[in-house]
């Protein structure tokens, strides 16, 4: 890749006309988006926590000080933009690269390009990196030595996780700079200038939806805009003015607007992704069928496999809902299986009756607390040995052995169960599986413990199933 020349204030080149007239035309003919690019600070719109008067990052880039950072953010929140404004408020020699082009051998050509900087004038260099979480491992090792030297200042720009994307040398190396989403009031206050920049008006409504579809991406407004005003002006050539008037502004519908947005991308980024599961998930756990259906929808129109979020919803079933509704992990399982024999749209149906029959049975997680104690005890307590009664007899010499001997088959008991020890010596009463009150689980709750001739204690179990809550959220699996 071709890193970025140095700008002409930089050069004692005297202009070319006709790369003045080129520059002009290719202003001219670029996106909306592109043309209303702040080229000062106080242009942008949003970011006042970084950029109002006095905000830190303001502070660092006016007087010249800013060191390695990664600006981050969702798309359209001005990380780009207030990277290259560093531009015109840097002594240092400002160079860019795009992460999605740029290999090792292009990072290693800015980084000894820096150094002969520095030999030569003392010129520092600000290095930025669009897109940096698609640099690799290998590709971030080899900016860690310049970054770490002072060779360059490296300014990174991602809208994904930067804890997820960067490596942590370079991550401690760096200030992380959070760009958050615009405000419905700073799309408005965009929206009204490239409409007075591109000399038209808009209805109320109009903008208003606009600013609904973009969700906080600068971006996705002027993009829709643009699209908006072309619709506009293509309906205002097939209309006629009313009588006594030559002519009339063009002004953007709310039907424009619509029409412009008529096909809507959903995304979602890393992060996002394990959010949104999460949100799913704790929807469900909380017995919310419509935040659980919403959150699913979220999920499959955003291009997310259907197989994870059936997954998902298996480990729920047992984990959540568990022995309180002993049917939903087969209600779970048959909407993974949908998912496999009938595909999407249609297995959307599918997946919604899984999360609507989860939401709405009644919880316990004891077959999960059940489960991790019995694991936390193989992996931190001595491993006992099989009881004689229950090793394999089945092969000859095992009874000499004493194998199986003592064992009693309890289908020859009248009560189909016999009191008999199972646990190894030294784990002997330990008791991983505690029912709960709820659902079918307090008619078995009652059974288990008639047969351990115990007396029934409710009060107890609803302790238990409070203050063993917290366990079970350490030992939470998957949704981090």
Request: aromatic content about 6%; hydrophobic content about 40%; overall charge negative.
């Amino acid at each position: 890749m071709t890193p970025s020349p140095p700008s002409r204030a930089g050069s004692n080149r005297p202009p070319d006309l006709f790369e003045m007239a080129a520059e002009e035309e290719l202003k001219a003919r670029a996106p909306l988006a592109a043309r209303m690019r702040p080229t000062r600070l106080d242009e942008v719109v949003g970011q006042r926590h970084l950029l109002g008067p006095g905000a830190p990052l303001r502070a660092l880039v006016e007087d010249d000080r800013l060191s390695s950072a990664v600006f981050f953010g969702p798309p359209g929140t001005g990380k780009t933009t207030v990277a290259r404004l560093l531009a015109e408020h840097t002594a240092r020699r400002f160079r860019s690269l795009s992460a999605v082009e740029a290999g090792v051998k292009d990072v290693r050509n800015e980084l000894d390009d820096a150094r002969r900087a520095i030999g030569q004038d003392g010129r520092g260099t600000i290095l930025f990196l669009d897109e940096v979480h698609r640099f690799n491992k290998a590709q971030q090792d080899a900016l860690l030595h310049g970054v770490e030297e002072g060779v360059v200042v490296l300014v990174g720009a991602t809208t994904e996780n930067p804890f997820f994307a960067l490596n942590a040398p370079l991550l401690s190396r760096s200030t992380l700079w959070r760009f958050e989403a615009l405000t419905p009031g700073d799309l408005r206050e965009l929206a009204q200038r490239a409409l007075v920049l591109e000399g038209l008006e808009a209805d109320e409504e109009a903008i208003s939806r606009l600013v609904d579809f973009a969700e906080g991406d600068a971006r996705a407004v002027l993009t829709t805009l643009e699209v908006a005003m072309a619709l506009a002006h293509a309906r205002s050539r097939t209309e006629s003015a009313p009588p006594g008037e030559s002519s009339r502004r063009t002004k953007i519908t709310i039907d424009d607007v619509e029409g412009a947005r008529e096909t809507r991308a959903f995304r979602h980024g890393r992060e996002e992704h394990y959010d949104l599961i999460s949100a799913l998930i704790k929807s469900v756990r909380g017995s919310d069928p419509d935040a659980g259906l919403y959150w699913m929808a979220r999920l499959i129109e955003a291009g997310e496999d259907p197989r994870y979020v059936a997954r998902r919803l298996v480990i729920l079933a047992s984990e959540d809902v568990g022995m309180a509704d002993p049917h939903a992990l087969a209600i779970a399982c048959a909407a993974a299986g949908a998912v496999e024999f009938v595909g999407l749209p249609e297995a959307g149906l599918n997946l919604a009756q899984a999360v609507v029959h989860l939401a709405l049975a009644p919880k316990s997680n004891r077959v999960a607390l059940g489960w991790w104690g019995a694991q936390s005890d193989v992996h931190d307590h001595p491993l006992g040995t099989v009881p004689p009664q229950l090793r394999d007899s089945h092969y000859r010499g095992a009874r000499a052995l004493g194998h199986g001997v003592g064992y009693e088959y309890p289908h020859d008991d009248p009560r189909g169960f016999v009191e008999a020890v199972y646990l190894p010596e030294g784990h002997s009463g330990r008791r991983y599986y505690e029912p709960s009150e709820h659902g079918a689980e307090k008619m078995l709750a009652e059974r288990w413990r008639q047969r351990r001739g115990e007396e029934p204690h409710g009060d107890e179990s609803s302790k238990q199933e409070t203050g063993s809550k917290g366990d079970a959220e350490e030992k939470r699996r998957g949704e981090r």
